[in-house]
């Protein structure tokens, strides 16, 4: 016998692909596929994310054991929660499964990637369609991508936006670009109008680039080497975008200088702060930063907190203003700002131990302390030597003079 081979059952041509105008999912591809590990025993569905309460909660295996088109289905639930980059690899394997190429995946499903975007390899990201502001705002939320993937987007955001120039840059336009300004180049960064970033500086105050604060690392930078203490924040060199975006703060079209700064201005400026040279944030008014942070509340104030914390000027500086710090040699309370009681955020004898080390209360924490101590004790500083703030002196005063009078009017009555 002859095998009959009919035409077109066992081979597709290669123009049904290209002709494609819309960006329809491949369903015959997304049925017969389960992702590169194989699917796992049991049927793993959008069902079973929404039981786990989170994708966060399933392993990159089980993620991609979903079919691509259930994927498609709840990628705004998938994308909800922090994922780790083999989750979020994971998901956009499923996407690419049901769109065959990056460029394919239509704007209104990037815009529901959520913490599925830092699953994007950066030469994905450079065929990703960026020419929608909204697609550019939900891609510019912060996500914990890394200098790499923001590097791309800026890029090919620079690439699709080409009829604008960083100087025609409007406050709207730094406000959808919001995390990927991170990726610029600093001399792009340079030529943002600096009444323009004013404008934006609420919006971009949770900003938090590669290598600060609560973002992703960058390799070589951070810890607490020899080359740390030397310098500061040592972040800046790896970034010097932030540095330059932090200079607009200072400027006469801006903010002005550091030392007549409100609180509403830190406020406005933020994380932003974290890039400032050591000089500029020495001459930020403390007490602006202490009443900033006392203004936050929710998530905003945990956000700037680790900026400001994880700063060792700006620590440093909050520190020593809201701390009692107990000496080894005399253990005499330091007066403090806040009113803290020394009762409760001493340090311990060995005085070489900073706040926050292994085993001691970490500034962040002793700061809401400190607030609570203040609300119920004043706000005056303790008598040096005394550890009884001037308010509870004068209190038992007052309750001691009350005591002699009224005891002299009874025996006036008698």
């Not at 987007?153 to 919001?178: G, I």
């Not at 500086?317 to 710090?325: F, K, N, Q, W």
């Amino acid at each position: 016998w002859v095998p009959v081979l009919v035409p077109g059952l066992f081979a597709v041509p290669e123009f049904s692909r290209t002709t494609t105008t819309t960006a329809t999912p491949n369903t015959t591809r997304a049925a017969s596929s389960s992702g590169p590990s194989g699917p796992l025993p049991g049927t793993v569905t959008c069902a079973t994310a929404e039981q786990a309460g989170s994708a966060s909660a399933l392993p990159a295996a089980s993620l991609r054991a979903i079919q691509p088109q259930q994927a498609l289905s709840c990628i705004a639930f998938l994308g909800k929660d922090p994922l780790g980059e083999d989750q979020a690899r994971a998901v956009w394997d499923l996407l690419l499964q049901a769109y065959e190429t990056a460029d394919m995946v239509p704007d209104e499903t990037l815009r529901l990637l959520g913490w599925v975007a830092a699953g994007i390899p950066p030469d994905h990201i450079a065929n990703l369609s960026l020419s929608e502001f909204d697609t550019v705002a939900a891609l510019g939320v912060f996500h914990n991508l890394s200098l790499d993937q923001l590097s791309a987007m800026a890029d090919s955001v620079r690439f699709q936006w080409s009829a604008k120039e960083p100087e025609d840059l409007s406050y709207l336009d730094l406000t959808a670009l919001n995390h990927i300004l991170c990726g610029f180049n600093a001399s792009d960064v340079a030529r943002i109008h600096a009444d323009a970033y004013k404008e934006a500086a609420s919006s971009l105050s949770l900003l938090r680039c590669p290598g600060t604060p609560g973002a992703a690392p960058v390799p070589g930078v951070g810890g607490s080497s020899g080359a740390d203490l030397a310098n500061p924040n040592p972040t800046l060199n790896a970034l010097p975008s932030l540095r330059v975006l932090a200079s607009m703060a200072e400027s006469g079209d801006a903010f002005g200088d550091p030392a007549s700064w409100s609180a509403a201005t830190v406020r406005a400026i933020g994380c932003v702060l974290v890039g400032l040279p050591s000089a500029s944030l020495v001459r930020i008014p403390v007490h602006s930063m202490h009443a900033m942070l006392q203004a936050l509340a929710g998530a905003d104030q945990l956000i700037v907190r680790k900026c400001m914390y994880g700063t060792p000027v700006i620590a440093q500086r909050l520190s020593s203003a809201e701390l009692p710090l107990q000496s080894a040699s005399t253990s005499t309370a330091v007066p403090t700002l806040m009113g803290a009681s020394p009762s409760n955020s001493t340090t311990s004898s060995n005085s070489s131990v900073p706040p926050g080390a292994p085993g001691m209360p970490h500034p962040a924490g002793l700061a809401d302390q400190a607030v609570r101590n203040g609300t119920q004790q004043g706000s005056r500083p303790a008598v040096p030597g005394s550890g009884v703030s001037v308010f509870d002196q004068y209190s038992r005063f007052s309750l001691l003079a009350a005591t002699v009078v009224t005891a002299n009017i009874w025996v006036s009555l008698e």
